[in-house]
């Protein structure tokens, strides 16, 4: 795949990622996963089946959408938040200034490389939160397995929103955020322990 982490890079990190979790299992460190996600009245629908004589219809509209931000722990403790709006890196670096201004121990935020996460803004204040205690630590490319956010949206959108949710852009957008907001309280994700092999 053009521009995919060398075999090296990719177990270096994957060693460190490694190390983080661990930290983070000892109470040592707050780790959080982040990304984001677009949440639209473009069903998801992974699968599906139906009776030989049946119709199934679920209503669709492109271009009414709400854009989800996550940080995530393995733990289900969870900072969401949500726009209308397109994401651009300003609001990714909006986010990370007020975790900044927050944190109760050493964090570290595990993100891909996207361009808006990426880019000068994000870059150029990266030593301020620093000294401030918050680290951010970069997958290898092309890597999103590795990151549990993937999970979350998976989940959302394929098991906690239900069809009737996308009767209306209103609806849609007011089930995605109870939803997102009940992470941690009355919904959860079993995530399994990190493993990973240099092998």
């Given at each position: 795949m053009k521009?995919?982490?060398?075999?090296e890079i990719y177990?270096h990190?994957?060693a460190?990622?490694?190390?983080?979790e661990?930290l983070?299992e000892?109470n040592l460190?707050?780790?959080?996963?982040?990304?984001e996600s677009?949440?639209s009245?473009?069903?998801s629908?992974p699968?599906?089946w139906?009776?030989?004589?049946?119709?199934?219809?679920?209503?669709?509209?492109?271009g009414?959408g709400?854009?989800?931000f996550a940080l995530?722990m393995?733990?289900n403790?969870?900072?969401i938040?949500?726009?209308?709006?397109?994401?651009?890196?300003?609001?990714?670096?909006?986010?990370?200034e007020?975790l900044?201004?927050r944190l109760r121990k050493?964090t570290?935020?595990?993100?891909?490389?996207?361009r808006i996460?990426?880019?000068?803004?994000i870059k150029?204040?990266?030593?301020v939160w620093?000294?401030?205690?918050?680290?951010?630590?970069?997958?290898?490319?092309?890597?999103?397995?590795?990151?549990?956010?993937?999970t979350?949206?998976r989940k959302?959108?394929y098991?906690?929103?239900t069809?009737?949710d996308?009767?209306s852009?209103?609806?849609?957008?007011?089930?995605?955020?109870?939803?997102?907001?009940?992470?941690?309280s009355?919904?959860?994700?079993r995530?399994?322990?990190?493993?990973h092999?240099?092998?």
């Amino acid at each position: 795949m053009k521009n995919k982490e060398s075999e090296e890079i990719y177990r270096h990190k994957l060693a460190i990622l490694s190390e983080l979790e661990t930290l983070s299992e000892t109470n040592l460190i707050d780790l959080y996963y982040a990304d984001e996600s677009r949440v639209s009245l473009e069903p998801s629908i992974p699968y599906g089946w139906q009776f030989a004589d049946e119709e199934v219809f679920m209503p669709s509209a492109k271009g009414n959408g709400l854009n989800c931000f996550a940080l995530l722990m393995r733990n289900n403790q969870c900072l969401i938040q949500t726009s209308s709006e397109t994401l651009t890196s300003r609001f990714i670096f909006e986010q990370f200034e007020n975790l900044s201004v927050r944190l109760r121990k050493l964090t570290v935020v595990v993100l891909d490389n996207a361009r808006i996460h990426t880019s000068g803004i994000i870059k150029e204040r990266i030593k301020v939160w620093q000294a401030r205690g918050l680290y951010i630590f970069y997958l290898p490319r092309y890597s999103p397995h590795l990151n549990i956010v993937e999970t979350l949206w998976r989940k959302l959108k394929y098991e906690w929103l239900t069809p009737s949710d996308y009767q209306s852009k209103e609806n849609l957008f007011y089930q995605t955020k109870s939803a997102l907001k009940a992470v941690g309280s009355s919904l959860f994700i079993r995530f399994s322990k990190f493993r990973h092999t240099l092998a």
